[in-house]
């Protein structure tokens, strides 16, 4: 028998598109409101209630586990820090994998070993959801308005599925293999030279310090100059404001170049700048500094060399 629709009825055009995020740091919060921009419902999940707090404030929904932000959603994005997250929201406690409808997509952003990568995609797909292995790049400000760069891979229907949240959130979508993995993996070489060229940055920076320059001056300088890269115009400013708040922590490259590390030497390939980087990273960390912004090498640059740079 027919039913007349009443006013809280929605026909399936109507509907919004519920995205499930998890994970509402730096990252995942400005995925969110670009989602929400775009006009997505968002349903967010993190450990922090004031990151939630702001995704409420902002007209999302919360959600108190993994499990119940995958409830009902079309995509779910998952914007934790690495692999055993990763594996933990889906496949853990109250994870997303039982919870999520079959056919829908899980898109997985955090940083990994390409191998992992894999080995969690073929799990997930083994239930009839599709995995999408999608780590991106571009920062906090980028997140937030829509502009991020996405290196993904997977299936057909995987990258079908996740297309129009993915819209909303990249400038960039990279399509670069039919299978996991293969977006991890370019991931990974753009983490080794990000990792180098903030070390060769702040080493540097705190290089012309020692020198007495004016460091204003420094930046102005080599930024219109050959010797510039992405990486010093957008991290030294922190090292002139002597602010060394986290945008990207000396962490998260202690783990990424750490896997580049294992990748390398289980292919007997050779990479002595990103191993050199790494102990940087890893000394940064040993003296307490591994929760601050990853420019924070040059704090350590100055303390073994005696430079003074700018106070906050």
């Given at each position: 028998m027919e039913r007349m629709m009443t006013a809280g009825d929605q026909s399936p055009s109507d509907r919004k598109s519920v995205v499930g995020v998890i994970g509402l740091g730096s990252m995942g919060g400005g995925m969110a409101t670009a989602l929400m921009r775009a006009g997505f419902e968002v349903v967010g999940c993190d450990v922090s209630s004031e990151l939630v707090g702001k995704l409420i404030a902002a007209g999302g929904r919360s959600a108190g586990s993994p499990a119940e932000a995958a409830s009902g959603a079309d995509v779910v994005i998952s914007v934790v820090v690495n692999a055993a997250q990763t594996e933990s929201v889906l496949f853990g406690e109250n994870g997303a994998a039982s919870a999520m409808r079959p056919g829908t997509v899980f898109v997985s952003c955090a940083?990994?070993?390409?191998?992992?990568?894999?080995?969690?995609g073929a799990r997930l797909e083994a239930t009839g959801r599709h995995y999408l292995d999608a780590p991106i790049s571009g920062g906090a400000a980028r997140a937030a308005q829509g502009e991020l760069t996405v290196l993904a891979s997977g299936s057909a229907a995987a990258f079908d599925a996740a297309r129009p949240a993915l819209d909303a959130m990249a400038a960039r979508l990279y399509e670069l293999g039919d299978a996991p993995g293969t977006g991890a993996a370019f991931k990974m070489i753009n983490q080794l030279l990000a990792g180098v060229h903030i070390a060769a940055a702040c080493e540097a920076m705190t290089f012309a310090a020692k020198q007495n320059l004016d460091l204003a001056k420094v930046y102005e300088v080599i930024t219109a100059?050959?010797?510039?890269?992405?990486?010093?115009?957008?991290?030294?400013?922190?090292?002139?404001?002597?602010?060394y708040r986290p945008l990207s922590a000396i962490e998260i490259f202690v783990k990424d170049l750490g896997i580049i590390q294992d990748m390398a030497r289980s292919e007997r390939?050779?990479?002595?700048?990103?191993?050199?980087?790494?102990?940087?990273?890893?000394?940064?960390?040993?003296?307490?500094?591994?929760?601050?912004?990853?420019?924070s090498l040059a704090r350590l640059y100055a303390q073994l060399s005696g430079a003074t740079l700018p106070e906050s």
């Open positions: 940083t990994m070993s390409p191998e992992i990568a894999r080995q969690l100059s050959a010797g510039n890269s992405w990486m010093f115009e957008n991290r030294m400013p922190h090292v002139l404001a002597g602010d390939y050779p990479a002595p700048l990103a191993a050199a980087a790494l102990q940087m990273y890893l000394a940064a960390a040993g003296v307490g500094m591994g929760k601050d912004d990853d420019a």
